[in-house]
C-alpha cells in the first residue's frame, strides 16, 4: 500500500458515520474528530481473513524485517544478550547460557534487580512523573487512581522497608494474597527490590488453595487485604485468609485496608499495611540479585492433584518479559496499555506488573468484574483512560460477543492501536469480532502462546511483520526455536498435528524447577524428547509458512475460562465429599469458557442419587479450590471404566461426554459399563468400535 494516508482516512470516515448514524446526537460530531484511527493494519487480497501490518505500523515498530527471525536463530545466545544489554545490571554476566541437562542458565555472573530495572532506572533517565500504574476501582463514584513512576517507587521502597522490619530476608519466600489493587503490584516490586521471592495466590482462590501453596513455599509472611468489590458487593477476603493460614507457617500478615472499617485482627499476627507504611522509610537500596536467583514462585496445575510451584530466576525472566512486551504490543512512550488478567496468574505478574514498569509505559488496573455497572464497563474503561492496547483472554471476548455489540458502539475506542489475546486457543468468530468491533478494523491481534512455566510469551506475529490470522498464533518469538514433533520425536511436516516442544537453548524465561521437586521437573518436562527439548504439553501444527496454530492441552489439563486446572484437582477435591466413593472428571468443550470439567460420581452405599448431594457436592469444590473448579455437571454412575490394573480410562469418559468414538475397549476390566454410561450421558456417537 503506496498512500498510507488515504487509508487513514477512510478508516476515520466509516467509523465516524457508523457513530453518527447509530447514535444521532450532536455530541457524535466530538466522536466524528475523536474516531479517527490509523489502520495499522492492511487485509491480504490473496487470502481471506489475512492481515499483514500496514506501511504505518511497520514503520512505528520495533521490529518490521523478517531476517530478524533467521538472524536470531544462527545465534540465540547473542540475540538475547543483545535485548539484556537494554536493561541496567550492577554487574555485567561473564557468559550468556551455560547448559547441562535439566539445569541451564542466563547472564551467568550478572547481577541485576527487577525492581530497580522496574523503577528506578526510568526515574534516573528523568521519566519520573510519567505515570506508572492507573488503578480503576469497580465502584463506578470513585475516582481512579494514578501513580507515578517516583511514587510508586516511594511507596515499593517504603514497603521494602517494612518487610524487612518484619524479619524478611533475601531468599525468604512472602505470600501474596491480594485483589486487583495497586498494592499487588506494590507487594510483588518490593520482593523483587529485596530479594524475597514471592507466592501470589489468586484471590478468589479458596482458603485450602491458599493454605497448600503457603506451605509449600515455607512463607513466613503473608500480605493479604480486607476484601475488595466483584459485581457491586463487597468481598471478605481476610476471612478466607485468616482460614488459609491456619496451619503453614505464616506468623505475620499483612493486611491492607481496602474496603475501609475494621477487619477482626488476630493480635501478634495481623498488622494493617497503612500503619507500618506511615513509618517506613522510604529509602531502600535494590538488592543486587544474581542472574539466577529464585525471582518468584507461581504455583500452576499440573498433571496431578498437587499444584507445583514454578521457579522463575532473575536475569532470564526479566530481559524475555521486558523485550517481548516491548515488541508484541509495540509500546512506546505515553501508551496507556492493559492487560485485564488477575495478579494471580502469570499473565498478571509478567504483563501487569514487571515488563510494562520495565518498559516504562503505564499499566492499567481494574479491580472488578467486566459486566458492572453494566456490560460496557470494558469500553467505558478504555474511552475514559485512552488505552492504547488491549491483552485479553478469549473467553471473556466471547462474553462480549455475547453481551451484543451495542456496548462497544457506545464508546470511543479510538485510541486503541493493538490487541492481544493468550490463554487459550481462540475461534474464529471471537477474532474476527475483537478485530471489527472493538479494534476497529484497524488493530492487529496478537495472538501470544505461552505457560506459568514459560514465563514471558514465546509464540505470536509481531505487530510489525506479521501475519495476523485468526485462530493462528505466530511464530516462535526470535531467539525462540520450537519443532512440532510425533511420538517418536521426528519434526511432522506442515500441516499436520504433533507436540510442541521448545530446543536447547532453552530460552531464557523458561522455568527453572518446581521448587522442592526437581524429579517432578524433570519427570514431566525433560523426559518426553530428553533433556535438551522442553516438552509443553500442548498439540499444535504449523502452515506451509511456519505460522503455529495451537490446538490445545494433550494432557489432563483443562483451561477453564482461561483458568488452567488439572482433572485430577477436581476429582481430589470432589473426593473430600463425605458422599463421594470415587471421582472422575474430563473436559468437555464449552461454547464461552472453552473447557469445562464434568464429573462422573460414585457415591457411597446407601446415597442417595439426590440435587442435595449434588449441591453439596460443588459447595466442597467451591470450598477447596474455588468456584473456577465447579463442574459443569455431575453424573452419578454405578460404575467407572478401568484398567486392568484398576486406573480410571479418562479417555473413554472424554469421548462419552463429547460423543466421541470411544475406541478400543478391549483393555478394559469392566468394559459392560461403558454401555449404562453411554444412555446416562446421551452418547450419540455412533462409528465407533466398542
Ligand atoms: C496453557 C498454559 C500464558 C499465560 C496464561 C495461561 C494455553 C496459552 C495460548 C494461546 C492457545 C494457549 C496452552 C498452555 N494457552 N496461551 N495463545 N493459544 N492456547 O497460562 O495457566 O500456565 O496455561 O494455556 O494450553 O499450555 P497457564
Redesign the pocket.
Known amino acids: 500500500m503506496s498512500d498510507e494516508s488515504e487509508s487513514v482516512g477512510f478508516c476515520g470516515v466509516v467509523i465516524g458515520i457508523v457513530f453518527r448514524l447509530e447514535l444521532g446526537k450532536l455530541s457524535n460530531f466530538r466522536r466524528l474528530i475523536v474516531s479517527e484511527r490509523i489502520r495499522w493494519v492492511k487485509e491480504d487480497p490473496t487470502r481471506k481473513n489475512v492481515f499483514w501490518p500496514s506501511e504505518a505500523l511497520k514503520k512505528q515498530a520495533w521490529v518490521a524485517d523478517d531476517s530478524i527471525y533467521a538472524e536470531a536463530k544462527s545465534d540465540p545466545e547473542a540475540f538475547w544478550a543483545k535485548q539484556a544489554e537494554e536493561l541496567h545490571w550492577f554487574k555485567h554476566w561473564d557468559k550468556v547460557y551455560e547448559f547441562t541437562p535439566e539445569n541451564y542458565k542466563w547472564f551467568v555472573g550478572g547481577k541485576l534487580n527487577i525492581s530497580y530495572n522496574s523503577l528506578d532506572r526510568h526515574i534516573e533517565a528523568g521519566y519520573g512523573d510519567r505515570i506508572a500504574v492507573i488503578w480503576e476501582p469497580e465502584p463506578v463514584e470513585e475516582e481512579s487512581v494514578k501513580l507515578t513512576y517516583k511514587e510508586l517507587h516511594d511507596l515499593v521502597s517504603r514497603f521494602a522497608n517494612v518487610l524487612k522490619e518484619l524479619g524478611v530476608r533475601k531468599g525468604d519466600r512472602v505470600g501474596i494474597y491480594l485483589p486487583m489493587i495497586p498494592e499487588a503490584v506494590i507487594a510483588m516490586q518490593a520482593c523483587a527490590r529485596i530479594g524475597a521471592p514471592h507466592s501470589v495466590v489468586f484471590s478468589a482462590f479458596s482458603p485450602d488453595s491458599l493454605r497448600d501453596r503457603m506451605t509449600d513455599a515455607g512463607a513466613k509472611v503473608l500480605i493479604t487485604a480486607d476484601g475488595y468489590y466483584r459485581r457491586g458487593k463487597p468481598i471478605n477476603l481476610k476471612k478466607n485468609a485468616d482460614a488459609g493460614v491456619v496451619g503453614t507457617p505464616v506468623e505475620k500478615v499483612v493486611v491492607v485496608r481496602r474496603l475501609g472499617g475494621d477487619a477482626p485482627m488476630n493480635q501478634g499476627r495481623d498488622l494493617w499495611y497503612h500503619e507500618l507504611m506511615e513509618n517506613a522509610s522510604n529509602d531502600c537500596l535494590a538488592e543486587q540479585m544474581d542472574s539466577e536467583d529464585l525471582a518468584f514462585l507461581l504455583h500452576?496445575s499440573g498433571t496431578t492433584g498437587k499444584p507445583k510451584g514454578i521457579m522463575h530466576t532473575t536475569g532470564g525472566y526479566a530481559v524475555q518479559s521486558y523485550v517481548t512486551a516491548k515488541w508484541n504490543f509495540d509500546l512506546h512512550e505515553g501508551d496507556i496499555y492493559w492487560c485485564t488478567a488477575d495478579v494471580g496468574?502469570?499473565?498478571g505478574h509478567t504483563y501487569i506488573n514487571y515488563a510494562p514498569l520495565m518498559n516504562g509505559v503505564t499499566t492499567v488496573i481494574y479491580e472488578g468484574s467486566p459486566d458492572t455497572p453494566d456490560y460496557g464497563r470494558m469500553w467505558a474503561i478504555i474511552e475514559k483512560h485512552k488505552i492504547t492496547q488491549l491483552y485479553t483472554a478469549p473467553t471473556a471476548i466471547r462474553m462480549f460477543l455475547k453481551w451484543g455489540d451495542e456496548w462497544p458502539e457506545k464508546y470511543d475506542l479510538s485510541s486503541l492501536r493493538l490487541l492481544g489475546?493468550?490463554?487459550?486457543?481462540i475461534n474464529v468468530d471471537a477474532w474476527m469480532w475483537y478485530f471489527d468491533k472493538i479494534g476497529g478494523g484497524c488493530c492487529p491481534i496478537i495472538?501470544?502462546?505461552?505457560?506459568?512455566?514459560t514465563g514471558s510469551n514465546m509464540v505470536n506475529s509481531l505487530p510489525g511483520i506479521g501475519p495476523f490470522i485468526p485462530t493462528v498464533?505466530g511464530r516462535p518469538f526470535p531467539g525462540v526455536i520450537a519443532g512440532i514433533l510425533d511420538a517418536g520425536g521426528s519434526p511432522v511436516p506442515a500441516g499436520e498435528g504433533g507436540y510442541l516442544t521448545i530446543y536447547n537453548p532453552l530460552p531464557p524465561a523458561l522455568t527453572r524447577g518446581i521448587y522442592g521437586d526437581m524429579e517432578r521437573f524433570k519427570a514431566e518436562y525433560y523426559t518426553e524428547y530428553g533433556s535438551e527439548r522442553y516438552f509443553?504439553?500442548?498439540g499444535a501444527r504449523k502452515d506451509a509458512q511456519g505460522n503455529i496454530r495451537?490446538t490445545?492441552?494433550v494432557d489432563d489439563v483443562m483451561?477453564v475460562a482461561g483458568h488452567?486446572l488439572a482433572t485430577a484437582e477436581v476429582e481430589s477435591a470432589l473426593a473430600q465429599n463425605e458422599n463421594v466413593s470415587e471421582a472422575a472428571v474430563v473436559s468437555r468443550p464449552h461454547e464461552m469458557k472453552g473447557e469445562v470439567p464434568v464429573a462422573f460420581v460414585l457415591l457411597k452405599a446407601g446415597i442417595e442419587h439426590s440435587e442435595e448431594v449434588k449441591k453439596g457436592l460443588i459447595k466442597t469444590v467451591d470450598s477447596v479450590i474455588g468456584p473456577t473448579a465447579r463442574p459443569d455437571e455431575i453424573i452419578f454412575v454405578d460404575d467407572v471404566p478401568k484398567t486392568r490394573s484398576g486406573k480410571i480410562m479418562r479417555r473413554v469418559l472424554k469421548a462419552l461426554v463429547r460423543n466421541e468414538p470411544v475406541g478400543n475397549l478391549t483393555t478394559l476390566r469392566n468394559p459392560e459399563c461403558v454401555d449404562s454410561l453411554k444412555e446416562k450421558v446421551g452418547h450419540k456417537e455412533q462409528g465407533g468400535c466398542s
Not at 489475546?421 to 486457543?425: A, H, K, S, Y
Not at 495472538?447 to 512455566?453: A, I, S
Open positions: 500452576t496468574w502469570i499473565t489475546t493468550v490463554g487459550e486457543p495472538d501470544t502462546w505461552w505457560q506459568t512455566e498464533a509443553t504439553s500442548d495451537i490445545g492441552r483451561n488452567r
